[in-house]
Nanobody
Framework: VQLVESGGDLVQAGGSLRLSCVASGRMSATINTMAWYRQAPGKQRELVASITATHSTNYADSLRGRFTISRDNARDTIYLQMNNLKPEDTAVYYC?????????????????WGQGTLVTVSA
């Protein structure tokens, strides 16, 4: 499975952006939880939000209320709507997916990552 993010851009503080992540090459695999992570310069990668295949969501406490994650299972796509952006939201945003590959012998779970999309918020 390949993940491709899009939607990153330069935006002024208070603005909004919508990120997209499309999964391709799934074949017979199942995509379970998908998530957005971000990594700011000089900082560790952190979870932004996650969403299960049944649309249960989880958010970083500090971002709840400003960011909304959603999912279109028919398109193997997730979105991240980001509102009231702040300079501290500047980061590379990465898409993550847990992929289950089932064979007769076993089910293997893989963590796949996209290449990231840059969000820059100016003051």
């Amino acid at each position: 499975v390949q993940l491709v993010e899009s939607g990153g851009d330069l935006v002024q503080a208070g603005g909004s952006l919508r990120l997209s992540c499309v999964a391709s090459g799934r074949m017979s695999a199942t995509i379970n939880t998908m998530a957005w992570y971000r990594q700011a310069p000089g900082k560790q990668r952190e979870l932004v939000a996650s969403i299960t295949a049944t649309h249960s969501t989880n958010y970083a406490d500090s971002l709840r209320g400003r960011f909304t994650i959603s999912r279109d299972n028919a398109r193997d796509t997730i979105y991240l709507q980001m509102n009231n952006l702040k300079p501290e939201d500047t980061a590379v945003y990465y898409c993550n997916a847990e992929v289950a590959v089932a064979t007769i012998e076993r089910t293997t779970y893989l963590q796949e990552w996209g290449q990231g999309t840059l969000v820059t918020v100016s003051a």
